[in-house]
């Protein structure tokens, strides 16, 4: 061997299989790309498909462990994308590949973790081990893994073990020389680093080298270590020289770590005593005693070994949380002619919704066409989709119901598997108070505003949401705070108010006795702009318990930004609360029997911490812009309708309330002591006339009291084996597309000639012209003198739309029958 010394003689076992590696390299020079194979009854592809496919040059995988040969997407991924999802792809690699420093990427199961490393070893020279037996890679870490993780293997001293490890590397590298001198040196460096990676990958160039020279090494080397590390450091210096690069590092890609949870190297000491160390651990410290290797993991569901927390980087970000990426990459894969087209075109906005977050299901829905008969994509590209999102994530899209062929007996409601219902409940994560603070913060936020602010799990949290709406939660690396006690408290208090109910109820004023206005019942209203006939401003009663389950209802609008929140207070938002700039705070309105109104702003904080703002009201419209100027605010606040005169100038109620989970570790215990109440009272219990409250206060036993009402809908199963709030919660989260039911679960208007796009698929479908219901009241009116009147007009109103519908605007979907009251 040329690349070392003159002394060093390499076993002719291993030269063997050098020399059948380049053999290899020269057989497959031009390498056998991918072409597809009909499954059997399906009917043969057409030549314009195949060579389409061709022209993709999809490389194969699988032969290492009898699997069939597949296209290789992860590989192939944004060859062809566009260049702004390149560069968001290249500085993604850029944080995950840094020289001498590693790098742990932690996401969900799926995102695009292997992509995205494999991306970055087309950009810089490593390798690619992975200790589990997937699609592709070798078997050499795998079997590394099992033999010294084992109780009843060899025990070796840990350094033992590691130099045996480094064996292991030695072989990656004599396979990149013997590459590099066979065909690397012949090649545009960006070519011969892609060439690397697929011999790495794909079963085309032949049976597993790297395994086969890992144990001819083990087997044959006769030298000290120390003989071994200078082979090692001369065939690197080699590799310096063959590859042009003065700045030359490798990187150990260890892929798939999570078949490392939980295992530990097993040896001795110096003294023959038992000794252990963790994988991770220990794969980090054999490469970091290799000044030229850089170790990169990568794993989903756990947290990083406390061992090497403080030096290692933990990152997360892989693209694919973005509907463009998912958009980019199944337009480098689909026809231009069918890209093009207003069927490819609205394919393309829906799979980019319903397909974001998981780069894996992008992928394997590219491959189950690709495999497929393709004319059956082009013309039902929907129901595609359909039957893939049913197969792959275990729920329906509701935005589909109107497009796909064989709509079946699952075309319903969106649903979702009993995985994610199991989660609400404390038992399935036994009794962590922290995994269920984390899933009701994400709940809460759907439930609440109709989509997640910040539903993004730090890596640790990943194995939260395999499976159901995993992909809608994506993770990274900025771990938001899980204080969802605003979410919270705006859906306790939309359930206190869900009947008439006097303030002096709801709320705990200061003294012996509460007000005599508060003790007036008041309904929880949305404010609209505008008066009736009569000259009573316009609003609607908001009473969540009677909206259907499937309904989208956006409880609150997310006015943390001051512009928002002043749009909210000019009634041009559609929901009974709004966010405040103070992220303490959300505000809302009542509406007194008496017909006049109040203001109620509910500042949520610690227990004996919270109460109003010292610096007056103005301080809730203050956001991060410390110095924003809330006159506009108060002076929208003080045009109040009809303002209740008891709260003088400015009809504002100011509430304090203590974190409503505060006490979550109890949540159980307080379900089953309110569980009688409901049970048998049919109400809240008696309340209680503190007199210790400096401030008027939420009422703490009608919070308990709702909060058991609520868990107890959680873990009731209504209508159709449906509990009600994952109900409300899934219909929320359809409500996050562009092209899905409206909060009244009317169809929105889609851009203006893509319905063709779908005529072929629906003129298939049986028809739903007559299955229409009538849309319900938008506005509920409590105005005697109008209600008839107003009640025409809306009547004649919903006749003369449904007269006038045009061609983009789609069916609207009848909402399902009003439920029965939770409370």
Same mark, same amino acid.
């Given at each position: ?17 050098? =020399?059948? @590696? ?9 390498? *056998? ?18 060579? !389409? ?78 200790? @589990?037996?997937?699609? $592709?890679?070798?078997? &050499? ?13 060899? +025990? ?61 090494? &083990? ?49 001795? &000491? ?12 220990? $794969? ?46 199944? +337009?480098?894969y689909l026809p231009p002619s069918f890209v093009t087209s207003d069927a490819g075109q609205l394919l393309l906005e829906r799979a980019g919704a319903w397909l974001r977050g998981r780069h894996k299901f992008a992928a394997e829905f ?7 008969? *393709? ?30 062929v064989d709509k079946g007996t699952d075309r319903d409601f969106l649903w979702m598997t009993s995985t994610f219902e199991q989660g609400t409940r404390e038992r399935h994560f036994n009794g962590s108070p922290q995994a269920r603070a984390?899933?009701? %913060? ?8 109709? !989509? ?22 994506? #993770? ?24 008439? +109910? ?19 019942? /008041? ?9 009736? &006939? ?14 259907? /389950? ?22 041009? %938002? ?10 303490? /705070? ?26 109003? %703002? ?6 809730? $419209? ?6 924003? =100027? ?20 400015? *009809? ?26 409901? #049970? ?27 909060? /058991? ?74 105005? *005697? ?14 006749? +003369? ?23």
């Amino acid at each position: 061997m040329s690349h070392t010394s003159s002394t060093t003689k390499l076993s002719d076992e291993v030269c063997h299989i050098l =020399d059948e @590696f380049r053999r290899a390299l020269h057989d497959n020079a031009e390498r *056998p790309y991918w072409t597809p194979t009909p499954e059997k009854g399906e009917k043969s592809t057409t030549p314009a498909w195949r060579e !389409h496919v061709a022209q993709l040059e999809l490389i194969s995988i699988g032969g290492f462990y009898h699997s069939p040969a597949k296209p290789a997407l992860a590989h192939n991924t944004h060859a062809h994308t566009s260049k702004q999802v390149n560069a968001t792809i290249e500085s993604n690699i850029a944080h995950v590949f840094r020289k001498g420093e590693p790098t742990f990427l932690i996401n969900a199961n799926g995102s695009g973790k292997t992509a995205l490393l494999l991306q970055g070893l087309r950009k810089h020279w490593g390798f690619y081990l992975t200790p @589990f037996s997937g699609e $592709f890679g070798s078997a &050499d870490l795998r079997e590394f893994v099992l033999e010294y993780s084992s109780l009843c293997g060899p +025990r070796h001293s840990i350094p033992h073990v590691e130099k045996l490890f480094q064996r292991l590397i030695m072989a990656h590298l004599l396979l990149l020389h013997a590459f590099a001198g066979t065909v690397g040196v012949t090649l545009p460096v960006d070519k011969a680093r892609d060439l690397w990676t697929s011999v790495q990958i794909s079963s085309q160039y032949g049976s597993d080298f790297p395994l086969r020279l890992w144990k001819a090494l &083990d087997e044959h080397m006769r030298f000290t270590w120390d003989r071994e590390e200078t082979i090692m450091r001369d065939i690197v210096s080699s590799l310096r020289g063959l590859l042009g690069n003065d700045d030359f590092q490798l990187f150990c890609v260890f892929d798939n770590s999570d078949f490392c949870q939980n295992r530990y190297i097993w040896g001795v &000491d110096i003294d023959n005593k038992e000794d252990w160390k963790n994988v991770i651990s220990f $794969f980090g410290d054999a490469c970091n005693a290799l000044p030229w290797l850089t170790p990169i993991f990568s794993g989903a569901c756990w947290g990083v070994p406390s061992s090497v927390k403080s030096s290692i980087t933990v990152v997360s970000s892989t693209g694919a949380s973005s509907p463009e990426h998912v958009r980019a990459f199944l +337009r480098s894969y689909l026809p231009p002619s069918f890209v093009t087209s207003d069927a490819g075109q609205l394919l393309l906005e829906r799979a980019g919704a319903w397909l974001r977050g998981r780069h894996k299901f992008a992928a394997e829905f590219v491959q189950f066409f690709l495999k497929g008969a *393709p004319m059956t994509v082009v013309d039902a590209p929907h129901t595609y989709l359909h039957r893939f999102l049913h197969s792959q994530v275990h729920f329906i899209p509701q935005d589909d119901v109107e497009l796909v062929v064989d709509k079946g007996t699952d075309r319903d409601f969106l649903w979702m598997t009993s995985t994610f219902e199991q989660g609400t409940r404390e038992r399935h994560f036994n009794g962590s108070p922290q995994a269920r603070a984390i899933l009701h %913060h994400i709940l809460y936020q759907y439930l609440v505003l109709g !989509h997640s602010k910040s539903a993004t799990l730090g890596p640790d949290f990943s194995w939260l949401v395999y499976s159901g709406l995993g992909h809608k939660l994506i #993770y990274n690396s900025d771990q938001p705070a899980f204080a969802s006690a605003r979410e919270h408290a705006i859906l306790l208090l939309s359930r206190i108010f869900a009947t008439p +109910r006097g303030p002096a109820e709801a709320f705990i004023f200061p003294g012996e006795e509460a007000p005599e206005w508060a003790n007036r019942y /008041a309904d929880l209203v949305e404010l609209r702009s505008g008066v009736w &006939d009569n000259g009573e401003a316009r609003y609607r009663t908001a009473r969540h318990a009677d909206y259907p /389950a499937s309904a989208v209802l956006p409880l609150a609008t997310d006015g943390t930004s001051y512009a928002t929140a002043l749009s909210w207070l000019r009634h041009e %938002h559609e929901t009974a609360f709004c966010l405040l700039p103070d992220p303490t /705070a959300f505000i809302f309105a009542l509406r007194r029997f008496d017909g006049d109104y109040l203001w109620v702003i509910v500042r949520v904080g610690p227990s004996g911490h919270c109460g109003p %703002h010292k610096g007056g009201v103005g301080r809730y $419209f203050v956001g991060e812009d410390k110095a924003a =100027d809330t006159s506009e605010a108060l002076a929208l606040l003080a045009t109040l309708p009809n303002p209740c005169k008891a709260l003088g100038d400015l *009809p504002v109620l100011e509430v304090a309330m203590p974190n409503p989970d505060a006490n979550a570790l109890n949540r159980l215990e307080r379900i089953d002591d309110h569980r009688w109440e409901m #049970y048998t009272l049919h109400g809240p219990p008696s309340l209680p006339k503190p007199v210790h409250y400096r401030t008027v206060t939420v009422n703490p036993t009608l919070v308990q009291f709702t909060e /058991a009402v609520l868990e107890e809908a959680t873990l009731t199963e209504r209508e159709k084996n449906r509990s009600w709030i994952l109900s409300r919660m899934v219909a929320n989260i359809v409500g996050e597309t562009s092209i899905s039911p409206d909060r009244h679960g009317r169809r929105r208007k889609v851009v203006s000639g893509l319905s063709q796009c779908y005529a072929r698929e629906s003129a298939r479908s049986p028809s739903q012209s007559g299955a229409q219901a009538a849309e319900p009241d938008d506005l509920k009116d409590a105005n *005697p003198v109008s209600a008839a009147s107003a009640s025409k007009r809306k009547r004649s109103e919903s006749s +003369r739309s449904g007269s006038d519908s045009t061609s983009d605007v789609l069916d609207e979907l009848p909402p399902s029958s009003k439920r029965s009251k939770v409370d």
